[in-house]
């Protein structure tokens, strides 16, 4: 069990010096619109590869199932490690941040995707003097001019077969309106400038390298850094819009084949940038420096209990059953059609692959779920709050609840946090388990709650900081918080299953069939994509706070 982020990151072995005495290949421009390599650089281009909900014991497991896979090659032509974890709390957001950061949410001020700030405004506020601070931070499809459709709003006809006509601008596609408010310039907090830190996409563009992303939600602009330009083709179709094709008014995440083919929509982008094209094939801009995607569908395959006629989530502790195994020859055909790709362009020597995820999916051993309503915790909080002050309102500011606990209240007090802190440990009950029967709870199904300054310290920041949540769970093995039946696993937590993700640096010039055993973290991915780019990781804010190391290879 994790017990709490350590920080400075500590690196295995010694860390990758021009990438750990990696030979630098000899590379020839992509396109006529590429800049000349760094002199230093021993790889043109990094493609980053997230496969959300991966294990790495998913990995070990498909490939010795298939050592003739595209997962398996990648795997045995570079640096593999068997221990890697990524952020806590585990969540996409997070997760991803961390891995082109190199920073923990309390470096780079995000916590999760859906959170809570103490120092904004309001959305829609116009007359910001005299305001009472204290807004949610709403990072998801919310944030879409329209979230039931594919495109986010931007109106394009012929969905879904049109996607890939989609804007690289995603901010275009923002309703400003449903922003938070700076209360200083009192104008909407867009998510590229709510992060504290830039990202490799900043420093790779100061260099005047080309760079590209494809993920699930507008809302990733918030990867753009707070320069707000380190990502020059942005495709993010709406995962949770309306799945044209599919069941009505259910989104891509509710079928596994749709998330596939959602998936598949990202996978072509990055095969037409792979191709010297934008994301659209409209226009020849040349191969990125960094650019990469995430798959949706591994999770989608976890997290479901059935989808396309095959049971979701595992067969027994760690193994997958039938809707994740499907899914995982999915992934490993897409894996391989890029990699093929990358061969056809000539561009396989000089591209280096990395592979990870921003979460793993808890729990892998489907006897220990437990199913509880978190509605009815919170609600019982805040009426044993009001019966015991009379005449107070909601102590609840907002919370987030999937298989860990991050919880914001309105009194920010130690008597406040400390009551809360008590009555979540005081409550038990029933949920329900992997066949839907009772199970008993106690504690609310918590191992460890954190509350006031104990939270702020657990994420290193000083009490009272104003994105910090104030109440942070880390839920007993197997708890996922769901008000319903329809889900047996989540991330979000801070279990093995939760953190526990693969990490494959493979092809270029990095050595092959080498295996690292240490413990690594996937804010170390970072640094290792600046160092292989010839460019320098102590340009990233976050490596300098938390001395983030790159990647050892040995």
Not at 165 to 176: H, V
Request: hydrophobic share 35%.
């Amino acid at each position: 069990m994790f017990s709490r982020p350590a920080r400075p990151v500590v690196a295995v072995a010694a860390a990758l010096a021009a990438v750990g005495g990696l030979t630098a290949t000899a590379i020839a421009p992509a396109s006529a619109h590429a800049p000349a390599p760094h002199p230093r650089a021993s790889a043109r281009h990094v493609l980053l590869l997230s496969v959300d909900g991966l294990h790495q014991s998913d990995l070990a497991w498909y490939v010795a199932r298939h050592p003739g896979s595209a997962l398996a090659r990648l795997a045995a032509g570079g640096v593999e490690y068997t221990h890697a974890r990524t952020t806590v709390p585990s969540d996409s957001f997070p997760g991803m941040v961390g891995q082109v950061t190199g920073g923990d949410p309390g470096t780079t001020g995000v916590y999760y995707d859906d959170t809570y700030n103490h120092a904004l405004l309001p959305a829609g506020t116009t007359h910001c003097t005299g305001v009472r601070p204290g807004v949610e931070v709403d990072l998801t499809e919310d944030l879409d001019r329209n979230k039931q459709s594919l495109d986010a709003g931007q109106g394009l006809t012929g969905l879904p077969g049109s996607i890939l006509k989609m804007t690289g601008n995603a901010r275009s596609l923002i309703d400003p309106s449903k922003l938070p408010v700076d209360p200083k310039t009192c104008n909407p907090v867009y998510p590229y400038s709510y992060l504290k830190v830039n990202t490799v996409f900043n420093v790779a563009r100061k260099a005047g390298l080309r760079t590209a992303w494809s993920d699930k939600h507008i809302a990733y602009d918030i990867l753009n850094g707070p320069s707000g330009n380190g990502i020059q083709d942005l495709f993010a179709p709406e995962i949770n819009s309306d799945a044209i094709g599919y069941k009505a008014g259910a989104d891509w995440t509710k079928d596994n084949a749709a998330t596939e083919q959602y998936d598949g929509y990202k996978v072509q982008a990055v095969l037409n940038e792979i191709d010297g094209y934008d994301h659209s094939r409209t226009d020849k801009v040349g191969t990125p420096a960094v650019f990469g995607m995430n798959f949706q569908s591994v999770s989608t395959a976890q997290k479901l209990p059935t989808s396309d006629g095959l049971t979701g989530g595992y067969r027994a502790k760690g193994v997958p059953g039938p809707l994740l195994e499907k899914n995982l020859a999915f992934v490993d055909k897409e894996v391989g059609a890029l990699a093929a790709e990358l061969r056809k362009q000539h561009l396989d020597g000089t591209t280096t692959v990395i592979l990870s995820a921003k979460h793993g999916q808890s729990p892998t051993d489907p006897k220990a779920l437990t199913r509880i309503d978190d509605g009815a915790l919170i609600d019982g909080l805040d009426a044993a709050w009001k019966a015991a002050h009379p005449g107070a309102g909601k102590l609840v500011a907002h919370s987030v609840n999937d298989d860990g606990m991050l919880i914001w209240l309105t009194d920010r007090s130690k008597a406040a946090t400390d009551f809360a802190k008590a009555y979540l440990l005081a409550q038990s009950g029933t949920g329900n388990g992997i066949d839907g029967s009772a199970k008993p709870f106690t504690a609310s199904g918590l191992k460890t709650l954190y509350a006031g300054a104990d939270a702020a310290r657990y994420f290193h920041v000083r009490p009272g900081d104003p994105r910090v949540p104030d109440l942070f769970g880390i839920a007993r093995y197997g708890v996922v918080y769901t008000g319903g039946k329809g889900k047996i696993a989540e991330h979000g937590g801070a279990h093995a299953d939760d953190l526990d993700v693969p990490l494959v640096v493979s092809g270029g010039a990095a050595p092959h069939g080498t295996r690292v055993s240490g413990p690594v973290e996937t804010t170390q991915i970072a640094p290792t994509i600046l160092r292989l780019l010839g460019l320098n990781p102590q340009d990233l804010d976050a490596v300098r706070i938390e001395h983030t190391r790159a990647l050892p290879n040995r």
